[in-house]
């Protein structure tokens, strides 16, 4: 496998992307490619197998996006009916829909049709848009196979194939459909292979599908983004939901993304959090599709200032403005780790990741540190440390001299603030956010204009 050394440099006018698709994306107001984009988008449009793998929030999306239009646009075919000329794979429905959006943002100077099809809603829509034929189609595998087993669509036109989340797409839970879904495309296509993290083993599994390609890598697999300031937070198990409670008094965490790791858990964190008049939705896989993108919306939207989630946001979902992630629960795949608090500090803002660590999730948290490669910074100046999960991890045990991170402004067992903000990201300065913002500081909403 070939890896990149000569970055293009300068702005999107030097990387030969046709009139349109400039000027949407001007009027995206993106003044200059990221360097995924930068990397990528020549070998792309060269037509070039790709394995991509770049930190979170920094413009995976447009780094294939781009050139796919690009490659219909200058190729005028007319999609036959069931057919479709480029197929993009997302392992959640909510991911599938943001990428649609986005095809729908860089293309729409061109004359370039698409549709989303994914599991939970209704068969009749999909199976009309897919009649027609269509150029692009964004899709979760098992719906897409279901409708192929069914005879809606046919796979035998793709000329363009796209893995986002690339090492989700080939683990075991979704290796098998996947492996379906190549055998029924051409052979002779273009394929890429998007991810912020790429572990060797699933590597190997994607070179498989890749035909001499081109390996981009513009960090090391699994950095954090250094905008991302994480804190761990050490706490019996039992006093984990009182944290919770305490850090969220602080207001500074203005849009926040908790973690769960159960759907159960998640709807009672949620009701909980409720009865304290802290507006909180869950998003997990035993609501309705319906309930799922409303409650995404509201989120979106600044209707509600807390999402909890299980792992089906960790990965691609892009909200504007989220401050803070809290991983209430620390995930068991390290990798996880690195999608969920990617949903903070996205295209180039800053964000705070707190995770809470009891007892039981120490070897979680070492897995984690090994694969970012870095420690994260203890926080042992709240209400609920626990000294004894703390040693147990090696880590300073409360006598408060991590000298890393040490918040003294809380007081009281309910952390009730005395001064400043300890989990504020942006101390003194301009809250991320395009419209407007408030007299402290934070933006009146982040809504993204799609
Ligand atoms: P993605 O990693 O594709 O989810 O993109 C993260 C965020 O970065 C999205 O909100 C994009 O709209 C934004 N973005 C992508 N490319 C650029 C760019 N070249 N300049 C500024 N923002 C960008």
Redesign the pocket.
Known sequence: MQATTTPASGGFDNLNLIGPIRRAVRE?K?????PI?IQAIPHLLEGRDLLGCAQ???????AFALPILQRLAENKKTAKPKSMRALVLTPTRELAVQISDSFRTYGRYLKINHAVVYGGVKYNAQIRALSRGLDIVVATPGRLLDLFEQGHLRMSDIDVMVLDEADRMLDMGFLPDIRKIFSAIPEERQTMLFSATLPEEIVKIATRFLRDPVRVTVSPPASTVDKIDQRVLFVDRENKYELLESVLQDESLYRVLIFARTKHGSNRIVQKLSKIKVRAVALHGNKSQAARLDALKKFRDGKVRVLVATDIASR?L?V?GITHVINYELPNEPESYVHRIGRTA??GTKGIAISFCDAGERGFLRDIERVIKRTVPVNVDHAFHSPAVAASNKRPSGDGKNGKKRWSDRKGKTGQRSGGSKFSANRGKRAPGKSGENKAGVPRRFSRSR
Do not use: M, N
Not at 30 to 34: E, F, G, M
Not at 56 to 62: D, F, L, N, S, V
């Open positions: 995206e993106y003044s200059l490619p990221t984009q979170t929030g920094t413009g995976k999306t447009a691609g892009d504007e996205r295209a």
